[in-house]
């Protein structure tokens, strides 16, 4: 392990720079820090559940920080209410299979996950779907039990508000502001399963200067990027870190 002593605590560096390429990756394009930060954790070796539990207080943290930069230019879509009510039973769900499955089992699923999130932003076009408002407890309630188990909330939403067409501002704001309420119950949850030990708190901690950077520098790229072509760069990367997970998920 890389890291760097505090006390009687390691400070691992390694976390620091996954923590780092996902706020980043959040910050410009408004979600995927957990589609980044999971499997590179679970690659580099990191147990799965404390990987949960800190990405989701990082995301949290995140979730607060871009609000802040943004919060003259925050425009919400109609209906984001459902999608964070519908979420909250699909929490619940994924906590718990968060805390019963097997280490390889949620290996494997991830994997799953981040295979066809990535195929799915490479070739598909969500905008040609017809989805419609009253179809938004069905993706609120999928994205919660993805976030409570892996903290991938971002897919089900990327996908609503794709085919809703969200204008980008109003798709960052939206998410976030779904990121913040869900986020919060999650940390709680996390919290109640005592998932917080003291090396995840340093952890964190430690991670707070860099969600603020990245956050500030996120919201830059977003204005200034050819956004779509890194959009499918990070989908390609995400297709060959679910591979990498599913031929490395043996028990």
Same mark, same amino acid.
């Given at each position: 392990?890389?890291?760097? $002593?505090?006390?009687?605590?390691?400070?691992?560096?390694?976390?620091?720079?996954?923590?780092?390429?996902?706020?980043?990756?959040?910050?410009?394009?408004? @979600?995927?820090?957990?589609?980044?930060?999971?499997?590179?954790?679970? $690659?580099?070796?990191?147990?799965?559940?404390?990987?949960?539990?800190?990405?989701?207080?990082?995301?949290?943290?995140?979730?607060?920080?871009?609000?802040?930069?943004?919060?003259?230019?925050?425009?919400?879509?109609?209906?984001?209410?459902?999608?964070?009510?519908?979420?909250?039973?699909?929490?619940?769900?994924?906590?718990?299979?968060?805390?019963?499955?097997?280490?390889?089992?949620?290996?494997?699923?991830?994997?799953?996950?981040?295979?066809?999130?990535?195929?799915?932003?490479?070739?598909?076009?969500?905008?040609?779907?017809?989805?419609?408002?009253?179809?938004?407890?069905? @993706?609120?309630?999928?994205?919660?039990?993805?976030?409570?188990?892996?903290?991938?909330?971002?897919?089900?939403?990327?996908? @609503?508000?794709?085919?809703?067409?969200?204008?980008?501002?109003?798709?960052?704001?939206?998410?976030?502001?779904? @990121?913040?309420?869900?986020?919060?119950?999650?940390?709680?949850?996390?919290?109640?399963?005592?998932?917080?030990?003291?090396?995840?708190?340093?952890?964190?901690?430690?991670?707070?200067?860099?969600?603020?950077?990245?956050?500030?520098?996120?919201?830059?790229?977003?204005?200034?990027?050819?956004?779509?072509?890194?959009?499918?760069?990070?989908?390609?990367?995400?297709?060959?870190?679910?591979?990498?997970?599913?031929?490395?998920?043996?028990?």
């Amino acid at each position: 392990m890389v890291g760097v $002593i505090a006390g009687d605590l390691k400070i691992d560096l390694v976390v620091l720079g996954v923590i780092t390429l996902a706020v980043l990756v959040r910050s410009t394009f408004g @979600f995927g820090d957990a589609l980044v930060a999971m499997p590179l954790l679970v $690659i580099v070796g990191r147990d799965h559940q404390s990987a949960t539990a800190l990405v989701a207080a990082v995301s949290l943290v995140t979730a607060a920080t871009i609000f802040a930069i943004d919060r003259r230019r925050t425009r919400l879509a109609t209906g984001t209410w459902m999608l964070v009510v519908t979420a909250l039973p699909g929490l619940g769900l994924g906590l718990w299979f968060l805390a019963t499955a097997s280490a390889p089992l949620l290996i494997r699923v991830l994997g799953v996950i981040v295979v066809c999130v990535g195929l799915l932003g490479v070739l598909v076009d969500p905008r040609r779907w017809r989805i419609t408002d009253r179809v938004a407890p069905v @993706f609120g309630l999928v994205a919660g039990c993805l976030g409570g188990a892996f903290n991938v909330h971002g897919p089900p939403l990327v996908v @609503f508000g794709t085919a809703r067409g969200w204008p980008p501002d109003v798709f960052r704001s939206t998410c976030q502001a779904y @990121f913040l309420v869900t986020g919060l119950l999650l940390v709680g949850g996390h919290g109640l399963a005592e998932r917080y030990t003291p090396e995840i708190l340093v952890q964190l901690l430690v991670c707070l200067p860099v969600v603020a950077g990245a956050g500030w520098l996120g919201g830059h790229l977003n204005r200034r990027l050819p956004i779509e072509s890194f959009r499918r760069a990070v989908y390609g990367m995400l297709m060959l870190l679910g591979l990498f997970l599913l031929t490395n998920s043996g028990g």
